[in-house]
């Protein structure tokens, strides 16, 4: 993150200075005005970027392929012909983080994992599978997940069930 920080305030400086160098830009961009965006505008600005969230800035659309980076408040769903390998591989391993186990049983079985958007699922109670400790479990909160319209996601659903990459997804083609 910190490379990141630093190439944006390098090019940020760099147009800055080739604007002053131009004569439209010399009256304006004088160096403590240079000084005052490379130094703290542009860190505030990524850093209110960074905390507001990838997900927010640009949201995810119906169903996604996630194939990494898909845990913690995804809900996971599975054919019938995959739980019993589930559940068998979950029995062997007997402890640790479930949803990270998950992942790791549909990547070594080759799965294509995806999300589903908006949120279907709320995380409910006061344990985590991350240690059990309550703010972990205040961490997994999905806040939009209050927002969806009952009404409204059953008309998008039985909509979307009737997509042909949907239907041909579940073998229904």
């Known amino acids: 993150m910190i490379f990141i920080f630093l190439v944006v305030q390098l090019a940020v400086f760099a147009g800055l200075m080739l604007r002053r160098r131009l004569a439209s830009g010399h ?3 004088d160096y403590p005005k240079i000084g005052v ?22 949201p995810l659309k119906r169903v996604v392929e996630m194939n990494t980076y898909g845990c913690c408040i995804q809900g996971l769903v ?26 790791e049983y549909a990547d070594m079985a080759r799965f294509t994992q995806y999300a589903l958007v908006p949120q279907q699922l ?3 109670g006061l344990k985590s599978s991350r240690d059990n400790l309550e703010i972990y479990t205040g961490s997994t909160w999905a806040f939009w997940f209050e927002e969806n319209d009952p009404a409204k996601l059953k008309r998008e659903h039985e909509d979307f069930l009737q ?5 041909r997804m579940l073998g229904h083609v």
Do not use: A, N, W
């Open 27 to 29: 009256p304006y961009l």
């Open 37 to 58: 965006i490379c130094l703290l505008s542009v860190p505030s600005f990524m850093g209110l970027t960074y905390m507001t969230g990838k997900y927010s800035l640009m």
């Open 78 to 103: 599975f054919p019938r012909e995959q739980v019993d390998g589930l559940i068998t591989f979950l029995k062997d391993i007997k402890t640790g983080q479930t949803d990270f186990i998950i992942e």
């Open 122 to 124: 709320q995380h409910v």
């Open 163 to 167: 997509h042909p990459d949907i239907q």
